[in-house]
């Protein structure tokens, strides 16, 4: 079985700029997460989507940051524009059941905004 | 705020004792626990999930449930210098089904 997939890697761009991330889940995994890792920090849930619908967004930065999941499969989380401080990792994580939630998580993107 | 809270450390153990990594949370109706294992520069690997009080064995690690003190941990017994990691307890709240991370415990198995 295929895991999450995200992409790009990394990322580095300058402040005020614009960035995209891409994340396709496990297959048949309904929800879909998108976590910001900030270095020496636990990863904090930025938005949470049940099939294309969003679940939870409360911690998501709305004035920049907006998701969306498509069909209910791939999601893309953009940045815009960038400020120092979402220098970060970018993690993506799917799970086939909410009310367990196990969850597994894509390799991450790395953004550093100078 | 809900909150789960676990010491940074770093936690030094030798190769083949006992690891012993806690943690605590705040929100009463939490319901769901995880434990994720996160080498440096990659990302968190699902490694244990306990649901019931009590205690939940898998091979080497061994998860440790008590509501009642609000309480989790994750036992790893015969560590191994692999096992040096970022360890990050994680909470799932009831209603609206938020998992909340502690910020990790990095263990040390030395050799």
């Known amino acids: 079985e295929a895991g999450v997939a995200q992409s790009p890697r990394y990322k580095i761009i300058e402040k005020r700029q614009s960035v995209a991330f891409w994340c396709n889940p496990i297959?048949?995994?309904?929800?879909l997460y998108w976590y910001q890792q900030i270095l020496g920090q636990g990863p904090k849930l930025l938005i949470q989507f049940q099939n294309n619908g969003v679940v939870d967004d409360s911690q998501l930065p709305k004035d920049r940051f907006s998701a969306e999941r498509l069909k209910g499969v791939d999601s893309t989380l953009k940045i815009q524009p960038a400020k120092l401080e979402d220098s970060a990792v970018y993690l993506c994580?799917?799970?086939?059941?909410?009310?367990?939630?196990?969850?597994?998580f894509g390799p991450g993107t790395r953004l550093t905004v100078t | 705020q809900k909150e789960v809270e676990q010491n940074s450390g770093p936690l030094s153990v030798p190769e083949g004792a006992i690891a012993s990594l806690n943690c605590t949370y705040s929100d009463r109706g939490s319901q769901s626990f995880f434990w994720y294992r996160q080498y440096s520069g990659k990302s968190p690997e699902l490694i244990m999930f306990?649901?019931?009080?009590g205690d939940k064995e898998d091979g080497r690690f061994t998860a440790q449930l008590n509501k009642a003190s609000q309480y989790v941990s994750l036992l790893i017994r015969d560590s191994q210098p692999s096992d040096s990691a970022t360890y990050l307890c994680?909470?799932?709240?009831?209603?609206?089904?938020?998992?909340?991370f502690g910020a990790g415990t990095r263990l040390f198995v030395k050799a």
């Open positions: 306990i649901y019931s009080n």
């Open positions: 994680a909470g799932r709240t009831t209603g609206g089904f938020k998992t909340i």
């Open positions: 297959s048949g995994h309904a929800t």
């Open positions: 994580a799917s799970s086939a059941d909410p009310d367990r939630g196990e969850q597994y």
